[in-house]
């Protein structure tokens, strides 16, 4: 029988097509935006958190595909009731996503395909490794009101690892811990990282933020004031260090050239524009 997949995860709707399965997709979230033409004709459910269960129903799916983080427990329970086949991702560590791109070929019979994309994972991996980039504290952040930043035990702090990029967050077991903008000040980093997802940052989030903490620390116009200094604020591609599996190849060398426009912005140089993805 040909499987009938309802995907509940934006990267893994793309990981599917990546790997010859758009045909089998029978329905997507709101925010399974990639690849956009080949997936215009899919039947939306929802979004990650508020699915339509009975519109899942409807579809008649085989398979379902699930991340811990991204969809609610009580909706994957509800829905596992008529779904045969429930596929629950998590992958924290980089090198997780290898595993993830053989598991999804094996699973639905795409194992060559699985096994080119894995190689070139494997090889973009290589390169932005071999780079030795030295370490720099960055606050990564992917709300407002109340601020939230991301912790060590997330894919997005090991991704910003490989460039040596080191995520900072408060003491404690939260994954994405609130923070207050006084933390933000004290917690040594060079540059606040604004993402583009999950909540929207842009420009101007990073300008009213750098003037924030400029002013947090009674800094004069250079933002120095007894060795301090505030750090750089940049908006940063949340797909391109969030998402695993075939958008994270592309996630591995966006964060190579985003490094050096770090560096630049924490050096006072002038730095080049943001390096964009593809946009939502």
């Known amino acids: 029988m040909e499987a009938r997949i309802v995907s509940l995860v934006p990267s893994l709707t793309e990981l599917l097509c990546s790997l010859g399965l758009r045909d089998a997709l029978v329905g997507r979230t709101g925010f399974c935006i990639h690849p956009r033409e080949a997936l215009r004709e899919v039947p939306k459910v929802g979004g990650t958190k508020d699915v339509d269960i009975e519109r899942v129903r409807a579809l008649a799916p085989s398979h379902l595909v699930v991340n811990v983080d991204e969809n609610e427990k009580p909706t994957v329970e509800a829905l596992s009731r008529f779904v045969p086949q429930v596929v629950v991702t998590h992958p924290i560590g980089v090198e997780d996503n290898l595993a993830l791109i053989g598991r999804f070929g094996a699973l639905f019979d795409r194992r060559p395909q699985a096994a080119l994309l894995a190689d070139r994972f494997a090889s973009a991996l290589a390169g932005l490794r071999a780079r030795r980039f030295a370490p720099v504290p960055v606050v990564y952040l992917i709300w407002k009101d109340p601020w939230m930043t991301v912790g060590p035990d997330t894919f997005v702090a090991r991704m910003l690892a490989e460039a040596g990029m080191v995520a900072l967050s408060p003491p404690g077991e939260a994954r994405y811990p609130v923070v207050g903008l006084d933390w933000i000040r004290d917690s040594g980093a060079a540059a606040v990282l604004l993402s583009s997802e999950p909540y929207r940052f842009g420009e101007r989030h990073a300008r009213e933020l750098a003037a924030a903490l400029a002013s947090a620390i009674?800094?004069?116009?250079?933002?120095?004031?007894?060795?301090?200094?505030?750090?750089?604020?940049?908006?940063?591609?949340?797909?391109?260090?969030?998402?695993?599996?075939?958008?994270?190849?592309?996630?591995?060398?966006?964060?190579?050239?985003?490094?050096?426009?770090?560096?630049?912005?924490?050096?006072g140089r002038p730095a080049s524009a943001e390096p964009q993805g593809e946009s939502a």
């Open 218 to 267: 009674a800094a004069p116009a250079d933002a120095r004031i007894g060795g301090r200094r505030a750090p750089a604020c940049l908006t940063i591609d949340g797909e391109m260090t969030s998402w695993y599996g075939s958008r994270a190849i592309e996630g591995l060398d966006y964060l190579a050239t985003f490094r050096e426009r770090l560096d630049a912005a924490i050096a």
